[in-house]
């Protein structure tokens, strides 16, 4: 028999967060599932029977069994490979890193294991924020911003110094959950980039809202067609949200404190819920995701800001509101995920010229 696993962790700033998205998800699913861990070192161990979020707290005392995911099955690993179980789909819960860029999608593919979440390809565009900008220019607005690496820096700050506007947002360019991200102006932007440069290849720098709201609002499709969630706003600490503001919180669920469903007008609820529903299609994301926005009060404009495809929790508590419960959310994203994709051969005949 075939089974449900869910997968958590991985070699990411956000690894302690997957770990309670996954070990949330094995403890309220109605059937059974496996557990795996993807370690700080992107290996894969059975975690089926730990319980306590506790257990992990300390990385060095973690002792579970190493295991290899192949051709559709997990083995033990040992002296020989012992087959564990086979495996129908994975719930990917691995917030950033390789869970979230792509990499573990296209990993379970070749290795014809139906995974949850966007594609490989729509998953890399949507983990780098200013290529995910730059594809959704003609359908939703964006702060004007610039990718920066070591290789175009001169020519970037020479951009940014003679054309922003004072106040900035220094954040990396593809990395989540507000890590990294810090306001600065024109005299101190040039020492968060170098910050960056330390962890990471790239940065983005924009212009920085100062009177502003953000908007937050979940989408999924199903056979039926687009499910959109609630529309939220996050009720930040600073005047823009931080990784301390989603997750230093007593609720470690479901993080941030937030006005659920936000109070907004009617116009641009109608506005926000459009550029979900084209950004969602633009892309070309599956699963569930979460598209965050940035609305400037001064100006009355709405802006797109990022794209997370996995999101926190799953992002349930969005969806609460309009009477989807966390349960049926996980059994609609498991009962929709696409089937692997079979690729053709067909023989071209080139092998038999002796071409060389």
Known sequence: MKKLCVIFG??????????????????????SIEK??????????????VNDLAYFDDKNSIKLKEIIILHGAIYLKGLMLKKYCDIDTVI????????????????FAVNDIKCTGADSL?????????????????VVPTVKGIKVTRENLEVSIKIINDTFSHQLIVKPNSLGSSIG????DKKNYLEQIEAIFEMYDDALVEERIVDMAEYNQACFADIDGLMLSAIENPITKSNFLTFED????????KGVDRILPARISPELEEKIINYTSEIYKKLNVSGVVRIDYIYDKATDQLYFNEI???????????????????????????ANTKEIKKYS????????????
Do not use: W
């Open 10 to 31: 991985g070699a990411s700033p956000e690894h302690d967060i997957s770990i309670i998205t996954g070990m949330q998800l094995a403890k309220n699913y109605p059937q």
């Open 36 to 49: 795996i861990y993807l370690g700080l070192d992107n290996r894969f161990y059975l975690a089926t029977k």
């Open 92 to 107: 990917n819960c691995c917030h950033g890193g390789v869970g979230e860029n792509g990499d573990l999608y296209g990993f």
């Open 122 to 138: 729509s998953s890399h565009i949507a983990m780098d924020k200013s290529l995910a900008k730059e594809i959704l220019k003609d």
């Open 181 to 184: 991200v810090k306001a600065c």
């Open 246 to 253: 989603k997750y230093d919180n007593h609720d470690k669920v």
């Open 308 to 334: 997370n495809t996995i999101p926190g929790s799953m992002a349930f508590y969005l969806y609460e509101p309009i009477g989807i419960d966390y349960i049926t959310l996980m059994e609609k994203i498991v």
């Open 345 to 356: 051969y067909f023989n071209t005949g080139v092998l038999a010229k002796k071409l060389i």
